[in-house]
Structures are given as structure tokens and as C-alpha cells.
């Protein structure tokens, strides 16, 4: 069997503080446009032998409340639909995007299916 190596490479331009002031991710199962802006980012890492997550969260200076909101909202979607992929607990899943749809309407995003738009 074959085996291959993808590549997923990401660049923080810092400011005078240390904070993020840019943010760019390449892939190269992505295609070959180049490096693509985003304003945040969550990387989760499972350590199996350890049965610990070490996590690197980052985002822009500029970013704004509304759009963590949103951001957030459109997470707790996608890691229900990750986790359903992954283990096949429907129950489970269903209840992590009951939590984002409550999430959501505290902050008055509304359930809309388009709000829950992800990548």
C-alpha cells in the first residue's frame, strides 16, 4: 500500500505586542491558490498515550465580538457533525448542536441553517 504526506501549514504575522494580526493557512490537498486569510483558529491535538488535548487558539486583534459569536455558533455545528462522522452517536451529536442552537439564540443568532454555514 501506498502512503502519502499532506502538508497543512499555517503563518501568524504577530504585531509589536505578540498579538495576531494576520493569520494564514495553506493545504495541500487544498489546491494551489496559495495562502488563505481567516481571522481564527482552533487546532485541537489528541495525545492518546497521554489522554490529554493540547490546543493552540488564535485570532485576530481586530476581530470583532459579532463575528466570535458567530464563529463560535458555527464551531459547536461542526464538531457535532465531526463527532457524529467519527463515532456514528446520533443521540450525542444531536445534543452537541442542541447546545449550539441554544448558543445561538442567547445571542440572538437565531437556528437558521445558513447561520450554521461551514467549510
Keep these: ?4 504526506t499532506a502538508e497543512i501549514k499555517l503563518t501568524v504575522e504577530l504585531d509589536g505586542e ?6 494564514q493557512w495553506q493545504a495541500t490537498d487544498a489546491g494551489p491558490e496559495g495562502p488563505s486569510p481567516c481571522q481564527s483558529m482552533m487546532l485541537s491535538l489528541w495525545d ?7 490546543a493552540i487558539d488564535l485570532w485576530i486583534k481586530d476581530m470583532t465580538v459579532e463575528d466570535m459569536n458567530l464563529y463560535f455558533y458555527q ?17 450525542v451529536a444531536s445534543s452537541i448542536r442542541e447546545f449550539g442552537d441554544g448558543f445561538g439564540d442567547s445571542l440572538g443568532l437565531g437556528s437558521e441553517p445558513e447561520m450554521r454555514r461551514t467549510s
Excluded: C, G, Q
Design 1 to 4: 500500500m501506498m502512503t502519502r
Design 18 to 23: 505578540n498579538l495576531p494580526a494576520r493569520i
Design 48 to 54: 492518546s498515550e497521554k489522554k490529554t488535548t493540547a
Design 75 to 91: 464551531v459547536f455545528h461542526k464538531m457535532a457533525d465531526t463527532y457524529l462522522r467519527a463515532t456514528k452517536n446520533e443521540a
